[in-house]
């Protein structure tokens, strides 16, 4: 068994947080597996370094032991490269020049598991009118979902406890894989990086099932691994929502340099016992 936690560096890290990378840890520890970390930091213009540090520095406080050094996705950058060329080339994904705004106008755009449905606007623009604005405006890549799902058929995934669930990528309309801003996406990013590190398990927050359609329908098209899933329950404050890097007051760091003990709170975690008010809630 090989399992991670994969925290992006844009803020501080919370209970939330501390709650799934218990999880990992635990099931790795009890299998006698690995347990990995990633730093999930492509997202240029809101990763810092010191968010990175702080996210080592409360695992360590929390006495969750890992094994090697960190991974970082802004590593790994030719391996995202790679895999839309791939794409690319079978003609799976386009290139896309709307903004926010023009989606968000669009009366067409129903909603799915991840928001507004893409309504498709740049789908069919014909080569030379692609070419030509490519050269100059910005854009990102969207998976053609329809002609992907036709050519990966019935998807399933091994949900944890629960048995076999099947993937319906369709729902999500055409997501996006690599952004203006970045050079992928979490969905292409994620996927890729699983199984290059070559994780068994991927133990995560009920939030990100959605997710896992878009995770199933890429690895079969790029032939990749299927991992077993988990996701569990999240972490909520005492107004019933789920805890965000916003909530400054309920960071791992606070809690460090309040003199919280670490190991208790993760001890306390993995027997899901929370402080008075908190909950853990499926969403």
Known sequence: MLTRFAPSPTGELHRGHAYSAVLAHRAAREAGGAFRIRIDDIDGSRSREDYVAAALADLAWLGLDRDGDPVRQSAHLGDYAAALEDLRARGLVYPCFCTRADIAASLS???????????????DLAETERARRIATEQHCWRLDMARAVA????LRWEEQGQGPRRADPLAHGDVVLARKDAPASYHLASTIDDAAMGVTHVIRGADLIASTDVHRLLQALLGLPTPLYRHHALVCGPDSRRLAKRDAAASLAALREAGVDGRALAEDLRQGRLPAGYSLQNP
């Open 151 to 154: 050519l990966a058929g019935d």
């Open 109 to 123: 755009a129903p909603h799915g598991p991840s928001g507004a449905i893409y309504p498709g606007t740049c789908r």
